[in-house]
């Protein structure tokens, strides 16, 4: 194994966010009633759905403090909001045997990853994970409660993969990486303490873009034995009812999408119809690896993640679907300040390791 560090410190709060992951978690304490009674509104309810209550406030304090976009009103100011607001929504951290960060020589240079080790005896499957955030924004650090809550509750080691980010490098850097990454982890799987058998791929938004799309690609060159697709970007061109209903508002944006689309492909000349950026643009989706694929209720994204699952699924491939109806894009980020998002990662996991072993058995 190269470039292995030592244990790996937990991410460090300032004192600011120290006391906003305070408030978060006193909201997650709050009753349903209360906290809706807090955001100054009625139960929010969109085509049939009631939105998470904790999430209705949080949702309604952020907009009060925050009125930028994702990539506003910098990239260099975003991402310092993303990842101070992903890493207090998600406190406190959920322990796990060991976690460390790698470096392995990567096809853009030196690429980061940081392992995840579950509390169980002998080996244990591992997913190679993707974060979220548009191809533009996220790091490690964001997703580490995720990756943690997938390592806990799913007995399954994580390699969370710290893949290229446009605009510095556009596409296909990121598609590289993961190809990469997971590469890495079927040869040195053993090394981690886990099964070289069990080898899979998974990840949340643009991440779970770069899963779906790299599954594809290697389906019958040594794949990963299953997929984990969280709310995907499935299809960037064509306009579905969701998009209208939850494109402002419901924390990633229509005009969001906009942006991290034209960070990443900006100067490639690539098309957004190209199946490697919408994987349902694709004409041939038989023979990929086993899929768990989640949609969120309040989530622009939500209609065509369907598409796209049914899509697969009439291909042939193996797909298991879970609907999580009370929330919106991004909602494994919120594990710290609703009960319904922990409940629904956890749903997650549990559902994940039953799609790997049935995979793989």
Sequence with gaps: MSGADAETPAPRLSVAERMEAMVGRMIGRLSASAAVRLSGQPPVT???????PHVQLIRMLRRRRNPYGLTEPTLDVARARYRRETLVFQWPRTPVARVR??????????????????????????????????????????????????????????????????PEHPFPAALEDAR????????????????????ALGGDSAGATLTTVTARQIRGDAPPVAQL???????????????????????????????????YLNGTGVAEEDPRVSPLFAEDLSGMAPALGVTAGFDLLRDEGDAYFDAMAQAGTPVRRMHVPAHG????????VSPGAHAALVSIARAWREVVDGSAG
Aim: hydrophobic share 40%.
């Design 46 to 52: 969109v085509d049939g759905r009631t939105l998470d």
């Design 101 to 166: 960060d790698l470096r392995v020589d990567g096809p853009g240079g030196t690429l980061r990853m940081r392992h995840y080790a579950p509390e169980i005896d002998g080996p244990a499957p591992l997913t190679v994970y993707l974060h979220g955030g548009g191809f533009t924004v996220g790091d490690l650090d964001t997703h580490d409660e995720p990756s943690r809550i997938l390592c806990r509750e799913a007995g399954m080691h994580i390699l969370s993969v710290d893949y290229r980010l446009a």
């Design 180 to 199: 990469a990454a997971l590469r890495w982890a079927q040869a040195h799987a053993a090394e981690l303490g886990a099964d070289p058998a069990r080898v």
């Design 229 to 263: 697709v969280i709310y995907p970007a499935a299809d960037t061109v064509t306009a579905r009812p969701s998009q209208a209903l939850f494109g402002r508002g419901y924390f990633l944006d229509y005009e969001d999408r906009v942006a991290f689309n034209g960070f």
């Design 329 to 336: 894009h991004g909602f494994i980020h919120m594990t710290g």
